[in-house]
């Protein structure tokens, strides 16, 4: 897995002729996350704050998994998305 490959999904999703189910969006979010910066090591957001709350939760989900592995799940996602949503 390439950093290039990485870079061009993360171009490609925005792309998509359909816009991702939010638990796509999550997912991706949370493997992008764990690819460029590794573990969560943020503060939970608070409860006012329900969408950072997800947010953070799709990131944590993918503790302990490698930026390469996290990067490598993340290009199949997107190709996944591509093929359904294209």
């Known amino acids: 897995m390439s950093q290039a490959a990485f ?36 503060a939970k957001p608070g409860l006012f704050d329900p969408k950072g709350r997800y947010k953070w939760d799709a990131w944590t989900n993918n503790k302990g998994k490698s930026k390469e592995n996290a990067q490598s799940e993340y290009v199949a996602l997107v190709e996944e998305l591509k093929a359904k949503l294209s």
């Open 7 to 42: 870079d061009k999904a993360a171009a490609e999703v925005k792309n998509l002729k359909q816009k991702p189910s939010d638990d796509e969006l999550l997912k991706l979010y949370g493997l992008f996350k764990q690819g460029t910066v590794g573990d969560n090591e943020t």
